[in-house]
């Protein structure tokens, strides 16, 4: 368990934070603005991690899988060696690592400054984990709703899946008719992005926005969290698309 939750992050910020690094990639010349964005070279030669692949269910101990982990103290962050069979999961879970990276890391500081030396990771009496870990585990194996897991999701999310991309990309689909506009508008009612009926619209905007290095259940998440599936306005144009 861990001491407290890390301070509350706006749905703008996570929108700042990822759009500043997408920035910095680009500038470095490891993203050219378009479509698919690989998170590991950003991770290394961005912001100076160290990426290792390697068991982590092992390493930690645990019986559940671990995804990925941070470790702060030591500069680096890890996948677990499972994901290299899923290219979406893999990637996501490198951009999730990123996100505590820009997220939390400085949190960690502070409380280093402050004579605070750990998050107390969710490993009881584990003297093996360096100070400054954080474990991240499935979301089914998970106790409780954990803060600092779902910032870092959805950093990933706002990442890989730019939102204006998506809402370009919204703008072609439904000019083009590709996608059924009704389909697209009965998906959202009474639908939570688990459902299947939006997987063949997700295939879509990944097809259309370039994005095809995520999973078509991330797709889903992102589209439905910024909203993009919405009763149409007087001029029959989705909101903000």
Not at 98 to 121: D, T
Request: charged fraction near 30%.
């Amino acid at each position: 368990m861990r001491r407290s939750g890390p301070p509350f992050v706006s749905n703008e910020a996570f929108e700042r934070h990822a759009s500043a690094l997408r920035l910095k990639a680009r500038r470095a010349g490891l993203w050219s603005g378009e479509g698919a964005i690989d998170p590991e070279p950003i991770a290394e030669f961005v912001l100076g991690v160290e990426l290792v692949i390697g068991d982590l269910q092992r390493r930690f101990g645990l019986d559940e899988g671990v995804l990925g982990a941070a470790w702060f103290e030591e500069n680096r962050i890890a996948v677990d060696e499972r994901l290299d069979a899923h290219e979406g999961r893999r990637n996501f879970t490198v951009a999730h690592e990123i996100g505590h990276w820009v997220l939390h890391r400085p949190l960690w500081e502070q409380h280093r400054a402050n004579g605070v030396l750990n998050f107390e990771v969710d490993v009881p009496d584990n003297e093996d984990v360096p100070l400054g870990t954080l474990i991240c585990l499935p979301q089914q194996a998970r106790t409780r709703r954990d803060p600092y897991e779902y910032q870092a999701d959805r950093f990933a999310s706002a990442f890989l899946m730019p939102e204006d991309t998506l809402r370009a990309a919204a703008a072609k689909i439904l000019a083009g008719e590709r996608v059924e506009v009704e389909d697209v508008l009965e998906a959202v009612h009474g639908q939570t992005p688990d459902s299947g009926r939006l997987e063949s619209v997700a295939d879509e905007f990944m097809r259309v926005s370039g994005i095809t290095n995520v999973s078509n259940e991330a797709m889903r998440r992102r589209l439905h969290d910024l909203r993009i599936f919405q009763l149409p306005n007087a001029t029959g144009r989705l909101p903000g698309v």
